[in-house]
């Protein structure tokens, strides 16, 4: 009997695929480690004569940052300028059935955004963590019902694992619940009733948006640029909208840019870079493994809490850390 072997094209473009996944899921991981931190260091920590930013704002911004970002780079494949304006009147303004499906996405997506500010000014980070890990599951629940994922028993261990692990890993210690209830002027502010429920739905308009939009952009040649600028205008739409809504008293009041500082713009750059990365990582790794990334940086944010502002890890702590990387490990076995 032959045994056929890859040639070494095969070869140079999976190495290549992989190389693509696994820098995706890095760069992914790095930032959702990042993200947490400042906007519930931005939400509750601000100078005295210095108004709180606008939350529907940020998540203005950061769409209209990520579709610019897009543009430029759509701008830079096309080589000329006019192939670039008849790229957008042919796959964008004149795709209405396409942008028209970019809807349900966007509108979650931008519903999300929203909502996760609404999470961390309501409850403490480690228990915003521990909660939205329930996207994983949702994700993959969608991922079977939505796209036909087969899942084998093992890797719904692996899953059931991932969220034991994460838990434990959240779950604080005396130090720290005695050091974040220290300031009793922000728990007092606090709704952890609000805040728990926009985490959970949340999970569900992510879960639900992520693998929706893994079936739209798996389908055809259509580029991440092209896919992303049907998903921002849209999303620019929404957020604009959900702006003038809620908020609109407010921004006549007091600008569109009050209680803006640096901490803020990282905090919008961040999550529009989150969008770009959560696009790559579900083109090149899937819904699945982008939450076990995002479960990843979650130990690498635990470890800066820790370390950086004083906290030691608990027992729980390291045993959960175990837990989380053996239940990734497991979920990659082929």
Not at 127 to 138: A, E, P, R
Not at 270 to 277: I, K, P, R, V
């Amino acid at each position: 009997m032959k045994t056929l072997l890859p040639t070494p094209s095969t070869s140079r473009v999976n190495k290549t695929s992989n190389v693509k996944k696994y820098l995706s899921l890095c760069f992914l991981t790095i930032q959702s480690s990042t993200l947490v931190l400042m906007l519930r260091y931005s939400r509750v920590v601000h100078q005295p004569e210095q108004p709180m930013y606008i939350a529907s704002t940020a998540v203005f911004f950061a769409e209209l940052i990520k579709t610019i970002v897009c543009l430029l780079f759509l701008f830079k494949n096309s080589g000329k300028t006019s192939i670039f304006f008849d790229t957008l009147s042919e796959e964008v303004f004149g795709n209405w059935p396409e942008l028209k499906r970019m809807m349900v996405p966007s509108g979650l997506y931008a519903l999300q955004n929203n909502l996760l500010f609404l999470a961390l000014s309501n409850l403490e980070a480690a228990t915003f963590q521990i909660s939205y890990q329930l996207k994983i599951l949702s994700t993959a629940l969608f991922s079977v019902m939505l796209l036909g994922t087969q899942l084998s028993r093992n890797r719904w261990l692996s899953l059931i694992l991932l969220m034991v692990g994460v838990i434990l890993v959240q779950l604080p210690s005396n130090s720290e619940a005695s050091t974040m209830n220290e300031d009793e002027s922000i728990t007092n502010l606090q709704n952890p009733l609000i805040g728990f429920g926009a985490v959970i739905a949340a999970c569900l308009s992510s879960g639900f948006a992520g693998c929706y939009f893994e079936k739209i952009i798996k389908k055809g040649g259509t580029s991440m640029w092209i896919r992303n600028i049907q998903l921002g205008i849209p999303a620019l739409v929404f957020s604009t909208v959900a702006m003038i809504i809620s908020d609109g008293r407010a921004i006549m009041q007091g600008g569109i840019l009050q209680g803006y500082d640096t901490l803020t713009w990282l905090v919008v750059i961040n999550q529009a870079l989150s969008g770009l990365l959560v696009a790559l990582v579900v083109k090149y790794a899937g819904n699945i493994l982008k939450g076990f990334a995002n479960s990843l940086s979650i130990i690498i944010s635990s470890l800066i809490s820790f370390y950086v502002f004083g906290f030691q890890p608990s027992s729980q702590f390291t045993v959960g850390a175990f837990i989380v990387i053996a239940a990734t490990l497991f979920y990659s076995r082929p």
